[in-house]
Structure formats: structure tokens, C-alpha cells
């Protein structure tokens, strides 16, 4: 079975959100669902940035619905919207 690789964008509440704590809280949801492949933050405007997550998740799972709800409810998120989902599948050693 495959890899999944969900790119997620999350927006704070307000420009004056700690990102730092923030992501703390969401790398612990995350983990229960797979695990952070690459995060990011990204400037959006008037202050305001987003965290990006890059996530991989067995395909089993059969979607980020679940993840994306658990991240909604965190004090502190506004939004979350998947900007991209990509297959990965292990070669094992090349």
C-alpha cells in the first residue's frame, strides 16, 4: 500500500497568534494520523501568515477529512484547506 503526501494550509485566528505554540498543538494531531514531512510557514497579508504542512499518511486511511476536522477544533485555527495530495509510493533501497 501507499503513501499519501497531503499539503495542508492553516490559518490562524488573528495575526497575533503565536505560530510556534500553535503548530506544537497541531504537530500533536497530527502525529496520531501519520507524520509531518515538511512545514512551513508562508507570509499571507497585513500580518498575517499560515502554517503549511506537508503530511504523509498511509492510504488506508482514506482521506485527510478526520485530520482536518480534529485541526479545526484547536483554539486557534480559523481554517484549514488541503492544497494538494500526492501518491508516494516506496521504492525501498535503490
Known sequence: MANVIATMKIMPDSPDRNLEELGEKIEEIISEFGKVYKKTIQPVAFGLSALIYAVMMEE??????????KIKSVEGVNDVQVTDVTRSVDVGDL
Open 60 to 69: 488506508k486511511q482514506g482521506g485527510t477529512d478526520p485530520l482536518e476536522e
